[in-house]
């Protein structure tokens, strides 16, 4: 396994942007296709973006779709998730994911996680 960790969360008034990264230890990070979920209280974790393990495919849920952009830097073992015009509607915790498939993972996809870092969006 790989471990994760998160960095980048805040608060941000509705409409900037944030920045989220992941940082990864261990093991081949350019063999593991990457993933952001987020998950509110109450409801169930959520896709928001994925990544091939080259970078060159990507994936996005229709709510985040031209707003964020997910990257990832293989020699660094580095991915990241660039959110703008953030919305209070965004407000959650962000994990980082190890996923088997960047095309719509499913959380039952999943084989690492990371601690989660929060983001909130004040109304």
């Known amino acids: 396994q790989v471990p994760l960790v998160e960095s980048g969360g805040g608060l941000v008034q509705a409409g900037g942007s944030l920045r989220l990264s992941c940082a990864a230890s261990g093991g081949d990070f350019s063999r593991n296709a990457m993933a952001w979920f987020r998950q509110t209280p109450g409801k169930e974790r959520e896709l928001v973006a994925a990544?091939?393990?080259?970078?060159?495919?990507?994936y996005y849920a229709e709510s985040v779709e031209g707003r964020f952009t997910i990257f990832r830097d293989n020699a660094k073992n580095t991915m990241s998730l660039q959110m703008n015009s953030l919305k209070p509607e965004d407000t959650a915790v962000y994990y980082c994911?190890?996923?088997?498939?960047?095309?719509?993972?499913?959380?039952?996809?999943?084989?690492?996680w990371g601690q989660g870092t929060q983001v909130t969006v004040p109304s």
């Open positions: 994911a190890v996923t088997l498939s960047w095309r719509d993972p499913g959380i039952e996809l999943v084989s690492v």
């Open positions: 990544i091939s393990r080259s970078g060159g495919g990507t």
